[in-house]
């Protein structure tokens, strides 16, 4: 069981645009930025945004982060068939004086 | 280019030792401005830290895991690796090694990312 909670799944259609939630609290989330990878089955995680909302040279704009509070949020516009993945937040945590991972959510595209 | 390798047995005997080794090119394991670390990812499920290295050589470990492990670094041959004593079934699972950039301000806290990862590699544990 994570520190950090993101719903189990989220869908959308192409074209529509999707949020996935990562919520903590002010020992993670709320006193430290946050980061977002992609993963797509058996590879490894990519790297999506970190810092909040600052994408790697690669990353289309499509996909952007933010935070507000001990709440972070990955948004998908334009959604496309080959976004279809898992995506997982992290940040620090104080608690564990390290950084962790948030539990995932399985993004379909229908 | 960055690159990263996760290299070792694919099957550890329970109460056995776990070792495995990421070859790193395109970088210096030894450079002041990044980390090394090892992520697991248990079949079917989400993404869990083990830690990772200092390029001082000291390590920093997640609590539940800090008493089994062991993260060092060869800087002669620009590899890092992971000792995981005392294994078990629960250790079953993929390993990544992957570069981290770890910063901390006073108005953000820290800021921690891997932007390169290896393609893992599973390990199995059964007898």
């Known amino acids: 069981q994570s520190v950090l909670t993101q719903p189990p799944s989220a869908s959308g259609t192409p074209g529509q645009s999707v949020t996935i939630s990562c919520s903590g609290s002010?020992?993670?989330?709320?006193?430290?930025?946050v980061t977002w990878y992609q993963q797509f089955p058996e590879t490894a995680p990519q790297l999506l945004i970190y810092?909040?909302?600052r994408r790697p040279s690669g990353v289309p704009d499509r996909f952007s982060g933010s935070k507000s509070g001990t709440s972070a949020s990955l948004a998908i516009s334009g959604l496309q068939s080959e976004d279809e993945a898992d995506y997982y937040c992290?940040?620090?945590?104080?608690?564990?004086?390290?950084?962790?991972f948030g539990g995932g959510t399985k993004l379909t595209v229908l | 280019q960055v690159q990263l390798r996760e290299s070792g047995p694919g099957l550890v005997r329970p109460s056995q030792t776990l070792s495995l080794t990421c070859t790193v090119s395109?970088?210096?394991?030894?450079?002041?401005?990044?980390?090394w670390g090892w992520i697991r990812q248990h079949p079917g499920k989400g993404l869990e830290w083990i830690g990772y290295?200092?390029?001082?050589?000291?390590?920093h470990y997640t609590p539940s895991l800090k008493s089994r492990s062991i993260i060092s670094g060869d800087t002669s041959k620009n590899q890092f690796s992971l000792k995981l004593n005392s294994v078990s079934a629960a250790d079953t699972g993929k390993y990544f090694c992957?570069?981290?950039?770890?910063?901390?301000?006073?108005?953000?806290?820290?800021?921690?990312?891997?932007?390169?990862w290896g393609p893992g590699t599973l390990v199995t544990v059964s007898s």
């Open positions: 992957g570069r981290v950039s770890l910063f901390y301000s006073d108005t953000n806290g820290y800021t921690v990312w891997l932007d390169f």
């Open positions: 395109g970088a210096s394991i030894s450079a002041g401005n990044y980390y």
């Open positions: 290295m200092y390029p001082s050589g000291n390590a």
């Open positions: 002010n020992s993670n989330v709320g006193g430290h930025t």
């Open positions: 810092a909040n909302s």
């Open positions: 992290a940040t620090w945590d104080d608690s564990l004086k390290g950084p962790v």
